[in-house]
């Protein structure tokens, strides 16, 4: 592959878009050729400048003006109900992973207090800091390994985490 | 590779069986990255909060229509990428009060010293200036992680289509940030 090739393919290769031969043949080429070493970091650079200007936080009270606003507007009668005095931690994912989850929130009872409780399809906890229960949730959860009901030894990761007013819900892929 | 749309299924399951615990739920799961879309797209608060509201009106009061092709959560961002193109198109024929819009920006991101808010100002007119499907394809692909097949389901065009409008905007993004990438 040519560099004028390899520069056209780049954004897709950073974002992991392109078949095993190609990205491999990328890879490569990028390993041996300076020039397009360069044209890479300049676009993951530019990439970063992009994301470093697009972090969205909204305010804790408009967000639940706006879930409000949502639920108020939609049919969901029952919606009304949903809010707590207190902030609630779910975390949703299948019944291996939620089991997996039980032991690490488990322990993690002794060490940061967190009160755990089982309802209905999640894992739910209460604390006071958002940003910090997220953190806690990347030290209980990152690079461990849980055993399959066969005994092997599976690694797991946090495929996604969705933050809300209440909630914070990890996926996880293993 | 999985993405934010892949992992609704079991709630899946229950909304379409009517469970509304199960829809409410999925409201507050999904709404704060359906507004952060459609922000993205509108670049405008009122606009981003109208969509994002009439968004999931128009997705529970055509629940009964949904045919299980695609997931729930690809259908609510169909619903929500159309409707924030058509705000930024209505907008296009009102009168902006441009400071005003830009205070509101200001507030939400994070860059603080001089310098960094010339980069900020500079990025925001580069987003402004992407055409509303550059843009929407950037968003869904870079902030929501979404796969090109995924995106060509939102908006109806083909992956190639998607492929080729992402590809613009990197360029554009490219081209406009180079003095600041290259310091």
Known sequence: MN??????????????DLDKTTTLEIKSHIKNCPDCRKEFNC????????????????????????????????????????????????????????????????????????????????FTYKTEQLEESIADIHKIIAGETIQSAEGHSIDVEINSIYEDIEEITVFLSI | MKTKLDTFGELQKRIIGGD???MTKFVKLTYSGVFQTAFRITRNIED????????????????????????????????????????????????????EE??????????????????????????????????????????????????????????STAKTHFYRAIMNFKKSLRDYVEK
Request: contains cysteine.
């Open chain 1, 3 to 16: 560099c004028e090739s390899v520069k056209k393919f780049l954004p897709f290769y950073y974002y992991n």
């Open chain 1, 43 to 122: 676009f993951k650079k530019t990439i970063k400048l992009v994301d470093k200007e697009e972090k969205i936080k909204l305010p804790f009270v408009y967000r639940r003006a706006l879930l409000n606003k949502i639920l108020g507007t939609s049919n969901l009668k029952e919606a009304k109900g949903i809010f707590r005095t207190r902030r609630v931690f779910a975390f949703g994912s299948g019944f291996a992973a939620a089991i997996f989850l039980f032991f690490f929130l488990f322990l993690s009872i002794r060490t940061t207090d967190i009160n755990l409780k089982w309802q209905d399809d999640s």
């Open chain 2, 20 to 22: 509304k615990k199960a």
């Open chain 2, 48 to 99: 981003a909060e109208d969509t994002c509201q009439d968004a999931f009106a128009r997705f529970f009061s055509s629940l009964e229509n949904f045919q299980e092709k695609s997931s729930l959560k690809t259908w609510l961002y169909r619903i929500t990428v159309n409707r924030a193109i058509d705000a930024i198109r209505a907008r296009k024929t009102k009168t902006i009060e441009l400071n």
């Open chain 2, 102 to 159: 830009l205070i509101n920006i200001e507030k939400l991101t994070s860059f603080k010293t001089i310098e960094n808010k010339e980069l900020s100002q500079k990025i925001q007119d580069v987003i402004k200036e992407l055409g509303p499907q550059q843009r929407t394809v950037f968003t869904l692909k870079h902030f929501d992680g979404l796969r090109f097949d995924q995106i060509a389901e939102i908006m109806k065009i083909s992956p």
